[in-house]
């Protein structure tokens, strides 16, 4: 069991940045890859980016290529989010999942790879 608590969202401006933060439960962390997935209203959750279990491995959807980045302390149980330049389209509420190692380009991007989820943080740009 893997329990995973999102934080650092809110409300900004376009142009601006943001850092998300996940703290994950229990000592398996480092064994999990992990992923960003964000829900707009009345749209269907995608795939922002993930990351494999060691770090050395990321990808990340089209429209956030260049503008967010992801990374992970294993130490800390934690994987993060760094947005920039954010867009009003990136408003959503973005949640991060776990998913069994190893992950390819391919399965990263399917949710149903992912085992855990958190409930997600807001985060709102404003025009």
């Known amino acids: 069991q893997v329990l995973l608590v999102e934080s650092g969202g809110g409300l900004v401006q376009a142009g601006d940045s943001l850092r998300l933060s996940c703290a994950a439960s229990g000592r398996t962390f480092s064994s999990y890859a992990m992923g960003w997935f964000r829900q707009a209203p009345g749209k269907e959750r995608e795939f922002v980016g993930a990351?494999?279990?060691?770090?050395?491995?990321?990808y990340y959807t089209d429209s956030v290529k260049g503008r967010f980045t992801i990374s992970r302390d294993n130490a800390q149980n934690t994987v993060y989010l760094q947005m920039t330049s954010l867009k009003p389209e990136d408003t959503a509420v973005y949640c991060c999942?776990?998913?069994?190692?190893?992950?390819?380009?391919?399965?990263?991007?399917?949710?149903?790879?992912?085992?855990?989820w958190g409930q997600g943080t807001q985060v709102t740009v404003s025009s």
């Open positions: 990351i494999s279990n060691g770090g050395g491995y990321t």
């Open positions: 999942a776990a998913a069994p190692s190893p992950i390819s380009s391919l399965t990263a991007r399917s949710a149903a790879r992912y085992l855990y």
